[in-house]
C-alpha cells in the first residue's frame, strides 16, 4: 500500500482498492441505494440543489435542506433508518484511520458526469478528533485541498476508482472539493460519473 502526502494531515492511497474489490463494493452500493435511494440535498435558505446527488449509511447520515446542514437518523424522503456502512467500507476505516472508535456516518455521493463540489469545510460533526477518510469508485475526480483559511494556497490530485484519501490533524478542518470528473476514464459504474464515499465520526467518543 503506497501512501502519498498531499498536505499536513491529508494523505493518499492510490490504487488501495483493486479492481475485484472496486466491483464488490459497486454492487454492495447498487443494493445500498436500493434500500435508501438518492435524494437531491439543497442549499440552506436558498434551496438550490448540489450538483451531486446522496444517499448514507450508518447510525447517522449528513443531509442539506432548507433548514441547514445536519446529521439525522432517518433518510429525508423514505423516512427509514439508513442502511448499516458495508463491511468493506469498514475495513479501510479500521485499516486506514488510525482511530480507534468507529465510523458514525458513510456519505454516498454520486456524481454525475459534470458534477462538481465547491471548497468546503466537514465542520457538521462535534467530533474533529477523528480523520475523515474517503474511498473513490468511477471517473476521476479533480480533487482540491488546501487549508483551514479559505483563499489559501490549494493542492490538486486526481482520484481515480479505488483510491483511498485520509484527511485528519492539520487538515481535518481544511477547505476541500471536487473541480470536475474526467469522463471515460473508468467503465466500473454503468451510468458512469463518480461515486465518493466519505466516513466521518460525528459525535465524541463516550
Not at 6 to 21: N, S, T
Not at 85 to 104: D, F, K, N, T
Not at 109 to 133: C, I, T
Not at 166 to 174: E, N, P, T
Request: glycine share 12%.
Amino acid at each position: 500500500m503506497t501512501a502519498v502526502p498531499v498536505v499536513p494531515g491529508c494523505v493518499w492511497y492510490p490504487g488501495y482498492l483493486d479492481g475485484p474489490a472496486q466491483a464488490g463494493l459497486a454492487a454492495t452500493l447498487r443494493g445500498l441505494i436500493g434500500e435508501a435511494p438518492l435524494f437531491q440535498p439543497v442549499m440552506p435558505r436558498t434551496a438550490k440543489p448540489f450538483s451531486v446527488r446522496m444517499t448514507n449509511a450508518g447510525p447517522l447520515g449528513w443531509v442539506s435542506d432548507v433548514a441547514g446542514y445536519r446529521y439525522q437518523q432517518l433518510h429525508p424522503v423514505t423516512g427509514k433508518p439508513w442502511p448499516p456502512i458495508p463491511e468493506m467500507v469498514m475495513a479501510a476505516w479500521r485499516e486506514l484511520s488510525g482511530y480507534p472508535h468507529a465510523p458514525e456516518a458513510c456519505l454516498v455521493n454520486w456524481y454525475a458526469p459534470g458534477a462538481r463540489m465547491s471548497l468546503h469545510q466537514d465542520r457538521d460533526e462535534q467530533n474533529f478528533d477523528a480523520p475523515v477518510v474517503s474511498l473513490s469508485l468511477g471517473d476521476t475526480g479533480l480533487f482540491r485541498i488546501g487549508g483551514s483559511a479559505r483563499g489559501g494556497k490549494t493542492v490538486s490530485v486526481k482520484l481515480a476508482s479505488g483510491d483511498a484519501l485520509v484527511f485528519g490533524g492539520a487538515a481535518r478542518l481544511a477547505f476541500h472539493g471536487v473541480d470536475r470528473l474526467l469522463p471515460g476514464t473508468s467503465t466500473l459504474l454503468r451510468d458512469g460519473g463518480r461515486i465518493n464515499l466519505t466516513l466521518r465520526r460525528v459525535t465524541p467518543a463516550a
